[in-house]
């Protein structure tokens, strides 16, 4: 079935095209926060649970003195892990992809230095990455 349009949807659309009123951009507030970011990525694919825990220690602190506002943790979403065959081991907290979070979400000193984690991600099963804004160093 093929539909015509009608003169009176031709002479709003010529109206919206010749006005000075647009649409507002939904996503305009996110792309002029994101673009304010110094921002960091760090992988963390092949790392054992303690190398990673303290590789994320080190790289948080650096990007806080550094001025950066926020990092891309890599992780891996853990499919491949072989603790999964492993019935002694959790496996949520045995993949870096929980395990990481966990580790900072813990960590006093680290969260002093962190506005947010985006917990969404973590838990998301497509993602195998989240990100983490740093609050702003104090001069």
């Known amino acids: 079935m093929i539909k015509k349009i009608s003169d009176k949807d031709k002479k709003d659309w010529e109206k919206f095209i010749n006005s000075s009123d647009k649409l ?7 792309i002029n926060e994101s673009s304010n970011y110094i921002k960091k990525t760090i992988d963390l694919h092949g790392y054992t649970l303690d190398e990673a825990n303290q590789k994320i220690s080190q790289f948080i602190e650096n990007c806080f003195l550094q001025g950066v506002n926020k990092i891309n943790i890599i992780t891996g979403k853990g499919l491949r892990s072989k603790n999964l ?5 959790s496996k949520d907290l045995s ?3 929980y395990a990481v979070p966990d580790y900072i979400k813990k960590n006093s ?3 002093k230095k962190i506005l947010k984690i985006d917990l969404d991600a973590v838990e998301s ?3 195998g ?9 104090k001069k």
């Open 129 to 137: 990455n989240f990100d983490i804004i740093l609050k702003s160093k």
């Open 109 to 111: 000193e680290i969260m």
């Open 85 to 89: 065959n492993d019935p002694y081991q």
């Open 125 to 127: 099963p497509s993602k």
């Open 95 to 97: 993949i870096l992809k």
């Open 24 to 30: 507002d951009n939904k996503d305009k507030s996110e």
